[in-house]
């Protein structure tokens, strides 16, 4: 399987919004309701940001949101701030019980 | 507070054997899976495989089956990936990673860098 397609980078100024997709297939994100989504700082641990598509652990900010449209699904971050510059990774659980990654994107707040 | 350690740096030449550990604390051990991730230098992430702490039942990404092996000692919450024979294409930052049911990742390890020269 190829990893899932993500921008390489995206940008956004501060109040903004941004959305960042991640494109899989009919077997991956299409398949079930389980994308996930990481934001690593560099040198920082990867931190879990949303799950199973729209939900999100406790203490990650309401103004991360996920949402999936057939083999696609997206991050938006409302009211971007310089803290939350950072590479975001997506994932999916597969119909092969196998997980699969995307391949990174760095969000830049200009 | 959960934690995920994972063994030091290593070094080694293409065909010798290595095993690195990833040792768990502040949860039951055997209430996650726990998965391996490969990065690779300037590349995304790659999940090589993951294994059912409770029962030893391992499944693996057809990209990594049959190069290596994911295993577990429950008595010491340790999780450990080893190869029997490493390639120079091997060199990669790996993770250990805590699932948390639906393929979400919990919490990661800190990494551990191999280098392996030709």
């Known amino acids: 399987q190829s990893a899932l397609t993500q921008p390489a980078s995206v940008s956004g100024s501060p109040g903004q919004s941004t959305t960042i997709s991640c494109t899989g297939t009919?077997?991956?994100?299409?398949?079930?309701?389980?994308v996930s989504w990481y934001q690593q700082h560099p040198g920082k641990a990867r931190k879990l940001m949303i799950f199973d598509v729209t939900k999100r652990p406790s203490g990650v900010s309401i103004r991360f949101s996920g949402s999936k449209s057939g083999n696609t699904a997206s991050l938006t971050i409302a009211g971007l701030q310089a803290e939350d510059e950072a590479y975001y990774y997506c994932s999916s659980y597969t119909r092969y019980d196998t997980i699969i990654f995307g391949g990174g994107t760095k969000l830049t707040v200009l | 507070e959960v934690q995920l350690v994972q063994s030091g740096a290593e070094v080694k030449k293409s065909g010798e054997s290595l095993r690195i550990s990833c040792k768990a604390s502040g949860y039951r051990f055997t209430d996650n899976w726990i998965s391996w991730v490969r990065q690779m230098p300037g590349k995304g992430l790659e999940w090589m495989g993951k294994?059912?702490?409770?029962?030893?039942?391992?499944k693996y990404s057809q990209s990594f089956e049959g190069h290596v092996t994911i295993s577990v000692d429950k008595s010491i919450s340790t999780a450990y990936l080893q190869w029997s024979s490493l390639k120079a294409s091997d060199t990669a930052i790996y993770f250990c990673a805590r699932e948390g049911g639906t393929a979400m990742v919990k919490n990661w390890g800190q990494g551990t860098p191999v280098t392996v020269s030709s």
């Open positions: 294994i059912d702490t409770s029962g030893s039942y391992t």
């Open positions: 009919n077997t991956d994100v299409g398949y079930y309701e389980y």
